[in-house]
């Protein structure tokens, strides 16, 4: 593979000196550097560092990783088994998913349980389990102090793996901290063996290993609902089959070292990534690394903020939220259109695209090698965003905030032979990196800026 880079910086007087360069093979971050050495005889950090907003390296570079690193010599991760949430009333917040997103009640545990110190509900959507948990005293500081910090978000990401114990003691020896070493719970319904390892800013993944067939309704000392409310089935089902990817956003700085992490201790690799020194416009920059497991089942896009007129959307959230944390939560269907039709009658609201992006999408569509099946005038109307490239194209819409803090929210996503190996059509005016930047100009306000710089989706 060749990939064409077009080096573009802006001297002092004004005058722009263009340079394009062929750099045959993958790209790395060490290539990349030494190109532009080799180019201008200096060092382009030093550069962005001194004239910030005058460097540009423009056209789109995303590297793609094929290297695949060392695999685990036992267990393995196997996907997202659920995501859970600390909020300040998990009653109201798991309604609020169930009335606006098409959940269901799946399990409780509360006082009515025997769970004296926290109440959980759980909700499902096909192969999509989200937990929302609320401490039940006043004196529970652990998880208050988080709240007054972070506000409702995600706490932790659950993975299931097979051989936790392996898994764990080999992050432990590349030095992970391990939040709580394996435990095992069981009922009557079988044996399941958990352990708890921190990740970035607050957030932790817990793993979970069925030591057995597990025949319960989610997972040892989770009990029915108590309630289910009886207006969810008046309401039209979504279809949302399965977490395709959670985004993490870290301060300046910590993309690396925290992908690094991943890498070094839980033996992700690296599957594609993207630097705002490719690609960066007046109003933000895009600095991404997607990390995965070694089957490619579980992605975790890591971002921090760049450089931008304004202030980044991923700078807000991580002032907002107070550190780093989960972003955004993409969930894939199978059925975009319906699903978005349906959500919009439940009252969600959404993001939305100005009807320049579609002109624009409908002129490099013309030229393009994929056919998008979808009608256009129906995905402008609902305001679904495309993104595509030789091989094939996505279809994807952003939600607002889920609560009153700007940070979290999700996408919807259906992908038809689309993938991030493949390089997505960011810098296409009809691309969904396009899109972002033009509602960037239209959706400003005072220093807050639209939720829809959604750096790092995959």
């Not at 971050?29 to 030494?34: A, E, N, P, R």
């Not at 991030?420 to 990196?433: L, N, Q, S």
Request: net charge neutral; aromatic share 10%; proline share 4%.
């Amino acid at each position: 593979m060749t990939w064409c880079v077009t080096f573009i910086p802006m001297t002092v007087g004004g005058a722009e000196t263009q340079v394009g360069v062929d750099i045959k093979g993958p790209i790395t971050d060490g290539h990349l550097l030494s190109t532009y050495r080799h180019v201008f005889g200096t060092d382009i950090v030093k550069h962005w560092r001194l004239f910030p907003g005058q460097w540009h390296i423009c056209n789109l570079i995303m590297t793609s990783y094929t290297d695949k690193g060392e695999k685990h010599v036992r267990g393995r991760f196997v996907r997202f088994h659920h995501i859970t949430f600390w909020v300040g009333n998990a009653k109201q917040a798991a309604s609020f998913y169930c009335d606006k997103m098409g959940f269901e009640p799946l399990a409780y545990k509360g006082l009515e349980t025997g769970s004296r110190e926290v109440v959980s509900h759980v909700i499902r959507q096909n192969k999509i389990v989200f937990i929302f948990e609320t401490p039940l005293n006043p004196g529970n500081e652990v998880m208050g102090d988080h709240l007054a910090k972070h506000g409702d978000g995600v706490k932790d990401i659950a993975f299931q793996v097979e051989d936790c114990d392996f898994i764990i003691k080999k992050a432990k020896e590349r030095g992970a901290v391990i939040v709580k070493e394996p435990w095992v719970e069981d009922d009557m319904h079988g044996r399941v063996k958990y352990a708890v390892v921190q990740t970035y800013g607050d957030t932790t993944h817990t793993f979970i290993e069925y030591l057995e067939p597990y025949t319960g309704l989610f997972l040892p000392s989770y009990k029915q609902p108590l309630y289910r409310d009886c207006l969810l089935a008046t309401l039209p089902a979504i279809g949302l089959n399965f977490i395709d990817h959670v985004v993490g956003n870290q301060p300046d700085d910590q993309m690396v070292p925290i992908s690094d992490w991943y890498q070094k201790c839980l033996l992700f690799h690296r599957f594609w990534s993207i630097d705002d020194k490719q690609i960066h416009t007046q109003y933000s920059s895009l600095r991404s690394i997607v990390v995965t497991n070694y089957e490619e089942t579980i992605k975790m896009p890591i971002n921090e903020p760049a450089l931008g007129k304004r202030k980044s959307q991923i700078q807000e959230y991580v002032d907002y939220n107070g550190g780093a944390g989960v972003q955004h939560i993409a969930l894939n269907t199978s059925n975009i259109i319906q699903a978005v039709v349906n959500l919009r009658a439940r009252g969600m609201d959404f993001l939305v695209a100005p009807d320049t992006y579609y002109d624009d999408l409908r002129e490099k569509l013309k030229t393009a090698k994929i056919k998008v099946k979808e009608d256009l005038d129906r995905l402008q109307e609902l305001k679904i965003l495309v993104d595509f490239d030789d091989n094939g194209y996505l279809l994807q819409i952003f939600t607002k905030p889920m609560q009153d803090r700007p940070t979290l929210f999700l996408e919807v996503i259906q992908r038809h032979n689309h993938s991030v190996r493949v390089c997505p059509g960011h810098c296409k005016a009809g691309g969904r990196f396009g899109a972002i930047m033009v509602h960037f100009k239209l959706c400003t306000k005072g220093n807050q800026t639209p939720n829809t710089c959604l750096v790092g989706s995959v």
